[in-house]
């Protein structure tokens, strides 16, 4: 009896409703996590703010990838929108990201149009598949 909803899973997003979200922007926030804290280990979080930036600043496309030694970052957007309304939805995200997971070892930002995501690769891995 709905007549809208929204899932964001990771990697998928599915989005219905009975009136027109197509190119209008939304940076509402779906969804954040943060991982642990690095500290201010400078090194690390300077790679962190040149792949988020490398994310933002684009190619030209709506799926941008990148990796900055053990760092590697994520960032889409629903391709509804325009490039620059990307760009925004993207530096809104980012932002938010880095205020929220400030000192984190990844972090994922999830808007209405968007999403960006990074990690590093090194604390990341040991931290969710460690054996011992």
Request: aromatic share 12%; glycine share 10%; hydrophobic share 30%.
């Amino acid at each position: 009896m709905s007549t809208c909803s929204e899932i964001q899973l990771e990697g998928c997003y599915v989005k219905y409703n009975n009136t027109s979200f197509f190119g209008a922007p939304n940076k509402m926030e779906v969804c954040r996590r943060c991982g642990p804290s690095v500290g201010y280990n400078s090194d690390v979080l300077n790679r962190i703010d040149s792949a988020l930036a490398f994310l933002v600043g684009g190619n030209g496309e709506y799926f941008r990838e990148g990796d900055f030694g053990s760092i590697q970052g994520v960032a889409q957007c629903i391709q509804d929108l325009s490039l620059s309304d990307c760009q925004d939805c993207l530096s809104e995200a980012t932002r938010r990201l880095r205020s929220v997971c400030e000192t984190s070892s990844w972090g994922d930002m999830y808007l209405g149009k968007c999403y960006i995501r990074y990690a590093d690769q090194g604390i990341y891995m040991s931290v969710f598949y460690d054996d011992g």
